[in-house]
């Protein structure tokens, strides 16, 4: 059941988190916007880490920062496009 939940809140946060950024790259910066949506979802994680708990691994956290360091491009990206 923790999972749908956490699923489903990932999924509505995801949601809002590109509403929102699209709303702020009309309005400031593209990079000051995404670099704001990535420090919003970074304290967000953190504090569902802490309430959920985890186990880590070397290999889970490579893959991590890989794809966090490739989803900043994408989001340049789709957040340029939409400021359009």
């Given at each position: 059941?923790?999972?749908?939940a956490?699923?489903?809140?990932?999924?509505?946060?995801?949601?809002?988190?590109?509403?929102?950024?699209?709303?702020?790259?009309?309005?400031?910066?593209?990079v000051?916007?995404?670099?704001?949506?990535?420090?919003?979802?970074t304290?967000?994680?953190?504090?569902?880490?802490l309430?959920?708990?985890?186990?880590?691994?070397?290999?889970?956290?490579?893959?991590?920062?890989?794809?966090?360091?490739?989803?900043?491009?994408?989001?340049?990206?789709?957040?340029?496009?939409?400021a359009?």
């Amino acid at each position: 059941m923790i999972v749908v939940a956490l699923g489903l809140g990932a999924a509505i946060i995801y949601g809002v988190s590109d509403f929102f950024g699209a709303f702020a790259a009309r309005r400031i910066h593209l990079v000051t916007a995404t670099l704001f949506n990535y420090a919003v979802a970074t304290v967000s994680i953190g504090v569902v880490l802490l309430l959920v708990g985890g186990a880590w691994s070397a290999d889970a956290v490579g893959a991590g920062t890989v794809c966090g360091v490739l989803a900043v491009f994408g989001l340049l990206a789709f957040y340029g496009v939409l400021a359009i």
